[in-house]
């Protein structure tokens, strides 16, 4: 089904026939609800990052939202950042930049453990969540600079065994190898 619309909304069914004798039809009746995109949304409802990094979240809009306020708040205390406002009281790790076609890409840097939890996507009265997760990030050995030690491997090459036994008038002549030998 293509170039679905609000019309197309309703029961629909599907009938298959399994071929045996009587026949038997099994009939599904699917629901299809079509819904118009949402005014406000998000790429991805959750992101993480490590500790010291960057993540980035896009809040997506439609046209009727372009000359909303726009913002990015984290729930817990309610601290908001706002599109196209660089006042002091503004987090230089947080940077909220709009394209102007109909969303807003919001960029925090420098990470911190402290930094996770519910934030919003807020354009005009409408608001997205989206779950931050910091985590520290995993350890990297440290490198050495020394000279690596390379294992020496010694192959000794071992001679099979003759084996020459005398029954008789008949000589036997039997060849050992150790190799295969279990």
Known sequence: MRNLQNKHTGHYYCVVETGEQPAINITYEPYLRIQSVPDVSVVSSSVSGHEGGDISVQCLYSSGYQNKLKQWCRIKDKRCYT????????????????????????????????????????????????????????????????????PVLTVTETKPEIMITQTGTEEKISHVDRFCLS
Do not use: A, H
């Open 83 to 150: 599109v196209g406002r660089t006042n002091t009281s503004q987090n230089s790790s947080v940077q909220i930049s709009d394209d102007g076609r109909r969303s807003f890409t919001v960029l925090m840097t420098g990470l911190r453990l402290t930094d996770s939890g519910w934030y919003c996507c807020s354009v005009g009265d409408l608001q997205v969540p989206v779950q931050l997760t910091v985590t520290k990030p995993k350890r990297v050995p440290d490198v050495s600079l020394e000279e690596p030690q390379v």
